[in-house]
């Protein structure tokens, strides 16, 4: 090493140092994302109001940033102090362990409309499964939030005021919304990588238990933990609920989400794929004639999917879709049963994918393949319960991603 190269890399650690928590410890980092949530929807207006998070890790790090997502607001939107610490329990953090957030060294930051911001590395050691609290203050918002609706997680909401560094918040109102924040990203070493679970509802969770981290990403998570051979290996869940591959509804459709929401999350090495049932739904009784789409479309889709990932060189398997029998006409109907079928017949068969994982097989009642088993049901007919999800998530092959 130089002189002039020795100076540099001294000055370097100083600033970390001088920094106090908002540099990582060195110039090799290697950023996984740990979690995420896709944004798909308008919120509420938040102003002068403090909203803490709560998201669990899959993996764990020697520091952390966070993405904030501006994606459905109106126009430009400020936010800061933003805090982040670990959870203990409810609205509580760990006394003596807030980090401040900060963006370009700034304790606030204004997002475009339209567009999302990366925060700077915080010095922070988290572990696997852990759970942190991240703290949000909107002082001036004026119009819709961007949010994710379906956390299945509670998130504290303040009256007025900043509280981010507060240790709990009491008297606050509590939301299932997700605001702002779409992913969370460790500094994991060069080992780490990610699985990115990009789906619809099935993939969100719905009617899983809230507050539990049982969908079948969170379980699948907690499978790579136990094997010491996989547990540098990050699960991201991109579902969003009423999703479709082909068009707009539930959020942005796939096709045009797929780059922010999967192909561009930092350490993505797989993506599962489990999207189409509701393209199929929506055909029961299409909003317009496009919406009545066929199987052969629906594959066409996961085709364009599956070439953007390989561009990338970026590993794709494809789910088969659950069953949906009694969900109710006209979502569910004989000629969308012949779709699904034909959709699956083709992940299965096709080759077209880099592996298969068989989520129908699971989880269909063999009496009546058109159906959940009972046991698996949620009881509306088209989202398996928290048993389904741990089926589901059972039943991937951890030889998928092995390394080498």
Not at 46 to 69: F, H, M, N, Y
């Amino acid at each position: 090493m130089t002189a002039s190269m020795l100076k540099r890399s001294v000055f370097g650690v100083l600033l970390c140092v001088l920094s106090v928590g908002t540099c990582a410890a060195s110039t090799d980092e290697h950023w996984v994302t740990a979690w995420g949530a896709a944004p798909d929807a308008f919120g509420p207006a938040l102003k002068a109001q403090t909203v803490r998070e709560v998201i669990r890790t899959s993996i764990g790090g020697s520091a952390v940033r966070i993405r904030l997502s501006n994606l459905y607001g109106q126009r430009p939107v400020m936010i800061g102090p933003v805090h982040i610490a670990l959870r203990v329990h409810e609205s509580a953090i760990q006394p003596g362990g807030d980090h401040v957030v900060t963006f370009n060294g700034k304790q606030t930051v204004t997002v475009a409309e339209g567009g999302s911001v990366l925060s700077d590395p915080i010095a922070m050691q988290v572990t696997p499964m852990q759970d942190i609290a991240i703290s949000l203050y909107v002082p001036k918002g004026r119009g819709p939030s961007t949010i994710h609706a379906n956390g299945l997680a509670t998130a504290y909401v303040t009256e007025n005021g900043d509280a981010t560094s507060a240790e709990t918040l009491g008297n606050s109102e509590v939301s299932a919304n997700r605001f702002f924040l779409t992913e969370v990203d460790v500094d994991a070493g060069e080992s780490a990588r990610a699985v990115v679970a990009f789906g619809d509802s099935i993939t969100d969770g719905i009617m899983s238990t809230p507050n539990a981290n049982h969908r079948w990403p969170d379980v699948f998570a907690e499978r790579l933990q136990a094997d010491p051979k996989l547990s540098s290996i990050a699960v991201v869940n991109s579902g969003i609920s009423g999703n479709r591959i082909l068009h707009d509804g539930g959020g942005p459709s796939a096709l045009s989400r797929f780059d922010r929401d999967a192909l561009d999350k930092p350490g993505v090495h797989w993506i599962v794929l489990l999207e189409g049932i509701n393209d199929i739904g929506a055909s029961g009784q299409p909003s317009t004639p496009e919406d009545n789409v066929s199987a052969q479309q629906i594959i066409d889709g996961m085709k364009t999917l599956i070439s953007k990932a390989h561009a990338k060189g970026i590993k794709i398997f494809g789910a088969t879709l659950t069953p949906f029998g009694g969900a109710g006409w006209p979502y569910h109907t004989a000629a969308g049963e012949e779709k699904r079928q034909a959709v699956n017949a083709w992940i299965r068969t096709s080759g077209a994918f880099d592996a298969v994982i068989d989520f129908d097989k699971v989880v269909r009642d063999p009496a009546h393949p058109d159906r959940f088993l009972p046991e698996f049901d949620s009881g509306d007919h088209l989202h398996p319960g928290d048993a389904g999800y741990r089926a589901m998530a059972d039943s991937i092959d951890l030889s998928l991603f092995a390394k080498g």
